[in-house]
């Protein structure tokens, strides 16, 4: 078997070609576009050629959490060995929740991002499941995805990417595939913000791009490494800048600094304001480097892994009016069926979006005449925040020692606030408190305490008092007792039942 490649297949930047029509209303399986051309359509031949570069490619960096990568999409023969090297840094052996791939268009002009939901993907080397579920409802909530077919027909971004995933991993659950179109910084961040809830580490993210197009060798290392550096920054107007400044050099032959910018830049805008976040370069290659390829045109290929420290939920956390709404009435229907019957309420989880099936902490707090009534939470993120959301509606109104539990007659004038935890950050210093913005957590010993960030605001108190009061009243440990515990800071998204009784 021969396989067809031409400078054409290298370029990330294709004339548009007539889209083909493909009813939306018909379920059918994505078949290869690109078998025998980017990579060999025999399954043998292709597993073979898999083994070898896999074989040349950079190996584990014994990189912990890895919950994305980023990967050329040309030939094989091209990149395939870059694209191995990134592959190398994930755990083969992990069954994810879903793989998320994230591809540029080079068929297709729109803007937007493309979610593949007819059916699954086929390759020489089997099925691989969709998440069309969540695809679906990508597509109903958010007007900025489509479910239109024509972008991934004859796309390769994405369908270089999966035979990698079938020959190293033990198991595929389900992929989630995306086209992107040519999208402003705005609609990028729109698709990072839905998408953050699923950056973690029960799920894996490939960003497919390739980077500098047909500049000269020695240019083109220069270009990617500017590219480069700007990903690593995990800065999204680093990178905004980098490709403007590689563009106004006016590099001889530079079409692109990065076939999937858009991919990427939603990747940063996911990514840049989590401190838990850790991206490592792992190689770095161009079509000049191979025995096929020349020197005066070439085409820059990069490795690079992302990495996720502590539990995985970033502090970057949103959640839609819909989702809040969706978390108060949880909160309203527990506590009342729970007083009144004794009963725990079974929830519909399919009609919940990814935001509040993320596991994080929560506290509730129950308020009656404008007085507390009840607040009991939790900061440790190991089960979904609508089930922490449930427990703490139930713990509030029957287990805080302070108070007599809620009693039926009581529920009408019981008013419900949430407090959505980001991950606690231990500080060396009193200075990083922010009043009203950071909550408190006081540890000594077995003794601990916390004040949520809205206690300041309600209290007036200076620092100094929410810190003695925090020390003495919920700790125990005595007013200046914070002086040698340990501190920890951190934020909460907070709303109550009122917010929804107005509109």
Not at 464 to 473: M, P, S, T, V, Y
Request: hydrophobic share 40%; aromatic share 10%.
């Amino acid at each position: 078997m021969k396989l067809k490649f031409s400078v054409l297949w290298l370029s990330a930047v294709i004339l548009l070609a007539p889209a083909l029509l493909v009813s939306q209303n018909i379920q059918t399986d994505r078949i290869p576009a690109v078998a025998g051309q980017f990579y060999p359509d025999d399954p043998n031949d292709l597993r073979e050629m898999l083994r070898t570069m896999f074989s040349k490619a950079v190996q584990s960096k014994g990189l912990k959490n890895v919950v994305a990568i980023i990967a050329p999409h040309a030939g094989y023969v091209y990149s395939g060995v870059v694209a191995a090297s990134a592959y190398n840094q994930i755990d083969f052996s992990k069954e994810y929740e879903n793989i998320f791939i994230l591809g540029p268009s080079h068929h297709v002009g729109f803007e937007g991002a493309a979610v593949y939901n007819r059916g699954n993907f086929i390759t020489p080397l089997g099925t691989v499941h969709v998440n069309t579920k969540l695809a679906n409802d990508l597509i109903k909530r958010y007007d900025f995805f489509s479910g239109r077919t024509d972008a991934h027909q004859l796309e390769h971004s994405i369908e270089v990417q999966i035979p990698f995933l079938q020959y190293k991993l033990q198991k595929i659950a389900n992929i989630v595939p995306i086209v992107f179109g040519a999208n402003p910084p705005d609609v990028c961040k729109k698709i990072a913000d839905v998408l953050r809830p699923y950056f973690n580490t029960k799920n894996l993210f490939i960003i497919s791009t390739d980077f500098s197009h047909y500049p000269s060798y020695a240019d083109a290392k220069g270009v990617d490494r500017a590219s480069v550096d700007a990903i690593l920054s995990n800065s999204s107007k680093h990178l905004i800048q980098t490709i403007g400044d590689n563009a106004a050099k006016n590099i001889p032959d530079l079409v692109t600094s990065m076939c999937g910018e858009f991919c990427v830049m939603t990747l940063l805008c996911m990514t840049e304001n989590n401190p838990d976040v850790q991206f490592t370069h792992i190689q770095y290659m161009n079509s000049g480097d191979v025995s096929i390829g020349t020197k005066d045109k070439v085409v820059g290929y990069n490795a690079i892994a992302v990495t996720l420290k502590g539990k995985g939920r970033g502090v970057n956390f949103k959640l839609d009016e819909q989702d809040k709404h969706s978390l108060i009435e949880i909160a309203r229907t527990t506590i009342e069926e729970y007083v009144r019957h004794g009963k725990i309420p079974t929830i519909d989880d399919g009609k919940l979006s990814a935001a509040v099936k993320v596991d994080c902490g929560a506290f509730v707090t129950l308020k009656k005449g404008g007085e507390l009534r009840g607040c009991i939470g939790r900061f440790d993120a190991t089960e979904s925040l609508y089930k922490v959301v449930q427990k703490m509606a139930i713990a509030a109104s029957t287990q805080d020692y302070r108070f007599h539990p809620v009693a039926s007659e009581e529920l009408g004038k019981i008013e419900i606030e949430i407090s959505v935890l980001t991950p606690l950050r231990k500080i060396k210093s009193i200075d990083e408190i922010v009043m009203g913005k950071n909550g408190i957590y006081i540890r000594k010993g077995s003794s601990s305490g916390t004040f949520l960030p809205q206690v300041a605001t309600e209290t007036g108190w200076s620092k100094e008092e929410f810190l003695g009061h925090c020390a003495q009243d919920k700790a125990g440990i005595g007013w200046d007792g914070w002086r040698n515990a340990e501190l920890f800071i951190y934020e909460s998204l907070i709303f109550d039942e009122n917010e929804f009784k107005k509109k």
